[in-house]
């Protein structure tokens, strides 16, 4: 423990950050991922910790901090609209001073050779301001239409906050089906790519002139997870204005590992401002987790907290990812599409799938709801309702309710024509990890 407390003090001295006392009342247990085991020290503070984890010893995040944020080679920092705006305005225009404090942080964090990828909020706010208006517009149309006015806005104040540190800024406005959408997909993190290879800082919005589902996306939130899945980036930071999630007596929750075990208490924290909440941001954190990546959720207004959270300081509330890594096309499949239909199957039929690592034969469908098409995503439940699993169909709707609970032999004769033998094949499948 002695060596912990070294290594500790070592790495607050190369942050360049005041020097705190070092946790009290420590012991360890371990933290296995991807074949690595990580010394995770368990510590007497006034933060909550999730007792239900999966894990047999409740794990701490000082270590996660350490050896997987602390060593993130790339980020996507999600900046949330109550952080954007100023309070003096009452949220009708942007806080050009929090602007100029969080360009610089990122600079510093890039000097540190992290790759950062903002997502902004604030385009309406901006569209207010510059129209005179006093209040956030009702109307979805007359949303739209402040939020092409203050897109222009919010990346001027963005150019010049950036300008004096000598970095460019790029603008990309991606709507929902940029993601669901392959070819699209892969596009974004190519043309991501380029800009940071061309030390230009890339900047995501929604672009809520031309989708009404994007207003409701959850403050940028999901953009964000999806976002950084991909982009394959090693950590994903949502900013707000809670020092993460909160129990019913105030205290930091964390970490966090199982996301369901805490809905409950996110349903308390919903922002007044924004349009997220606490909700969005779990839901963005089980989508970067299941990837094999940390997310964390802070408060923004911390001094520095960018660069405290990366010199793996206690702040807010981490979100401790799976214990496997998903390559780009499982994320696409399994995070990021959205699914088309539900597939429910029978217990033989979950257990091969989530144990076994077997396709999806028909003889274990035992129903299914939607309309899709060969090609689509579709929800793979047990028959308690769980998702176990997504995977890409190589039957449509119509075609599954023939076959299903069928053996393969017997599906050309229903169909009247050559067919596959798996309806999902374990190729095209993710199963969900925890």
Not at 192 to 208: A, K, W
Request: charged share 25%.
């Amino acid at each position: 423990m002695a060596g912990a407390r070294r290594s500790w003090a070592a790495g607050r001295a190369r942050s360049s950050l005041p020097a705190r006392a070092p946790p009290v009342d420590t012991q360890k247990s371990s933290w296995k991922r991807s074949g690595r085991i990580f010394d995770v020290l368990i510590c007497d503070r006034p933060r909550s910790t999730i007792k239900n984890l999966k894990s047999p010893i409740p794990l701490m995040s000082t270590q996660i901090r350490k050896d997987v944020l602390g060593k993130a080679r790339s980020v996507v920092i999600k900046v949330g609209s109550q952080l954007m705006t100023s309070i003096s305005t009452g949220g009708s225009d942007l806080d050009i001073d929090y602007l100029r404090d969080m360009a610089r942080q990122i600079v510093e964090l890039r000097a540190r050779r992290v790759q950062v990828t903002l997502v902004s909020s604030g385009a309406i706010a901006a569209g207010c301001a510059e129209m005179g208006l006093e209040r956030r517009p009702r109307d979805v149309a007359d949303q739209q239409a402040v939020a092409a006015v203050g897109q222009r806005r919010l990346m001027t104040h963005l150019h010049d906050a950036f300008a004096p540190h000598g970095l460019k800024v790029a603008q990309l406005l991606l709507t929902r089906g940029d993601f669901d959408d392959r070819d699209r997909f892969l596009n974004i993190r190519n043309c991501v790519g380029h800009l940071h290879r061309r030390d230009c800082l890339p900047v995501i919005n929604e672009n809520d002139t031309v989708a009404v589902e994007e207003l409701r996306f959850g403050d940028n939130d999901l953009l964000a997870a999806l976002t950084c899945n991909a982009l394959r980036a090693d950590a994903l930071v949502l900013l707000t204005v809670v020092d993460g999630l909160l129990d019913d007596q105030g205290n930091t929750v964390d970490p966090v590992e199982d996301i369901g075990s805490v809905l409950g208490m996110a349903r308390a924290q919903v922002s007044t401002l924004g349009t997220g909440g606490m909700i969005t941001k779990l839901e963005a954190a089980r989508l970067v987790t299941e990837a094999g990546e940390i997310a964390v959720v802070a408060d923004g207004r911390v001094p520095d907290v960018l660069a405290r959270l990366f010199a793996a300081e206690p702040l807010g509330t981490i979100f401790v990812p799976a214990r496997r890594k998903l390559d780009s096309r499982s994320r696409w499949i399994g995070l990021t599409k959205r699914a088309a239909g539900t597939v429910t199957v029978d217990a033989g039929a979950a257990a091969a799938l989530s144990r076994r690592g077997k396709s999806l034969l028909a003889s274990g469908i035992t129903g299914t709801t939607g309309q899709f098409e060969r090609g689509e995503v579709v929800l793979i439940r047990d028959d308690a309702g769980r998702e176990i699993a997504r995977g890409l169909t190589n039957y449509n709707a119509d075609e599954l309710r023939l076959i299903m609970g069928k053996r393969s032999n017997q599906f050309q004769k229903v169909l009247h024509r050559p067919a596959y033998d798996e309806v999902v094949h374990r190729d095209n499948l993710v199963v969900v990890s925890r």
